[in-house]
């Protein structure tokens, strides 16, 4: 569900960045400031609100499952927006993407099939050491 | 497009550092953000126990998840930067499937996350379908 919920809002998310970024001028890197007023572009604004559902999604599913689970299972995304322009906007895929529709299902298919978390030494203790190592040194300071 | 192929066009290595800085960014983001997430445990339960503002609050304090969002807007920032230099076809596929391999590497040496050969064989797969898909 949660997963689901990931794979909608970053191609919803993402085309409304394109959108709005194709109708900016060129930014140049001596002008870092205009990339900051690019934030507020409407179509900006409404790809960002999307992108903070994704990403929000994202990090619970991120709170139990492994990174390497998520990301190629977030990368159903892609078919899904595929998908979506072929039977909603009825535009034509080529063949090259049929193929990438086909590749993204049958390795999310992989993924799927196995274990979602690495197994680690103690059970009962969700937390592993290497992980929490860093922050409890950052508290003792 | 409306864009017509002028001066403005990056040379390869200015593309190459372009797309070389999102993946790097987004990579460290990722990961950092995902050290976050396992050290916090998992939400559903921390929002059973303490409500909805708990778990925001949980994510919310964890400074490993501040130093992640930093690298995630870095390469938000990198990628809008890119986007407003080159044709979407080069810069989406390219960043889209590179992180998706990138990533794997860094959870299996950072993340210590057990990659077996299921899961390469579907980030490659995923990688390879993703540059199809977004080109």
Redesign the interface.
């Known amino acids: 569900m949660i997963l689901g919920l990931v794979s909608v809002c970053t191609p919803l998310g993402?085309s409304c960045?394109?959108r709005g970024?194709?109708r900016?001028p060129?930014?140049s890197?001596t002008h870092p400031a205009s990339?900051i007023t690019?934030v507020f572009t409407p179509w900006i604004v409404l790809g960002i609100a999307l992108l903070i559902g994704y990403f929000a999604s994202y990090?619970?599913a991120?709170?139990?499952a492994?990174?390497?689970?998520?990301?190629?299972a977030a990368?159903l995304g892609?078919?899904i927006?595929?998908l979506l322009s072929r039977f909603w906007l009825h535009e034509a895929i080529s063949l090259?993407?049929w193929?990438?529709?086909?590749?993204?299902?049958?390795?999310?298919g992989?993924?799927a099939?196995?274990p979602s978390l690495?197994?680690r030494p103690t059970a009962e203790a969700?937390?592993?050491a290497?992980?929490?190592q860093?922050?409890l040194e950052?508290q003792a300071q | 497009?409306?864009?017509p192929f002028s001066a403005?066009q990056p040379g390869f290595w200015a593309a190459t550092a372009m797309i070389a800085a999102i993946v790097l960014t987004s990579t460290a983001g990722?990961?950092l953000?995902?050290?976050a997430?396992?050290?916090?445990?998992?939400?559903?339960e921390i929002r059973a126990r303490s409500g909805l503002m708990g778990a925001i609050r949980a994510?919310l304090t964890?400074?490993?998840f501040f130093t992640g969002i930093v690298f995630l807007a870095l390469a938000f920032?990198s990628l809008?930067?890119a986007?407003?230099?080159m044709a979407?076809s080069l810069v989406?596929p390219a960043s889209?499937s590179l992180t998706?391999v990138t990533?794997?590497i860094a959870?299996?040496l950072f993340?210590?996350?057990?990659?077996?050969r299921?899961?390469w064989?579907?980030?490659?797969?995923?990688c390879?379908?993703?540059?199809?898909?977004?080109?």
């Open positions: 993402d960045l394109r970024m194709a900016i060129p930014i890197l990339l690019a990090l619970t991120l709170s139990w492994d990174l390497t689970f998520v990301m190629p990368g892609n078919v927006l595929a090259e993407r193929a990438g529709i086909v590749l993204v299902t049958i390795g999310v992989f993924v099939q196995g690495t197994e969700p937390v592993p290497e992980v929490q860093p922050l950052e | 497009m409306t864009i403005s990722e990961v953000t995902a050290a997430m396992k050290s916090i445990g998992d939400l559903d994510v964890s400074p490993l920032f809008l930067l986007l407003n230099h979407l989406a889209a998706l990533n794997a959870a299996k993340l210590k996350e057990n990659v077996d299921r899961r064989a579907s980030a490659v797969l995923v390879v379908g993703v540059y199809f898909l977004a080109h």
